[in-house]
């Protein structure tokens, strides 16, 4: 399998497969890696933007706008949006879904879903089974570029 296209997101399959088993590789790693964890949401949105057959349609859009706060803000001001989000869903608060934090940045563009991304799951290095072999800013920074590959492309399907 490895070597050929397998993904919709247009990514030659790597060492370890298709995308989908990165992602579910990754997954697995971060829920023993508290570190690691703190980059779970951006790793959803990406990979479910470029992915969107595996998607709710509904929920890309919020997908999009938070990539885009995680990449102007940086990963603290994402997880404060995050925990901001999961105290409003309390059962007991009642207060629902807040979309002011992300109301500032633009919708999902309507035409795509993109045929490629410049980065994806596929690219990322994975050494002795794990993808944080370097460090975890390291790791965090090669997510950083896949989500600005993720947005710059559904950005250039808007543009045409």
């Known amino acids: 399998m490895a070597g050929s296209p397998e993904c919709d997101c247009g990514a030659v399959a ?18 023993a890696d508290t570190q690691m964890y703190r980059w779970h949401a951006p790793v959803v949105c990406v990979y ?9 349609q509904k929920y890309l859009d919020g997908q999009f706008r938070q990539l885009q706060l995680y990449l102007d803000k940086g ?4 997880l404060r949006v995050a925990a901001h989000q999961v105290a409003r869903n309390n059962h007991r608060a009642r207060a ?4 002011s934090p992300l109301a500032a940045y633009e919708p999902l563009p309507p035409g795509g879903p ?4 410049r980065a994806s799951f596929c690219g990322l290095p994975v050494r ?10 390291a790791y965090g920074h090669r997510i950083e570029l896949i989500a ?13």
């Open 75 to 78: 990963l603290d001001a994402l």
């Open 128 to 137: 002795d089974g794990s993808f944080v072999f370097d460090g975890h800013q």
């Open 14 to 31: 790597g060492p370890l497969g298709a995308c989908v088993d990165y992602y579910h590789a990754v997954l697995s790693e971060e829920q």
């Open 48 to 56: 479910l933007l470029q992915h969107p057959s595996r998607a709710h």
């Open 96 to 99: 629902g879904y807040d979309a």
């Open 148 to 160: 600005e590959a993720t947005v710059e492309s559904w950005r250039s399907v808007q543009a045409q």
């Open 114 to 117: 993109p045929v490629r991304f």
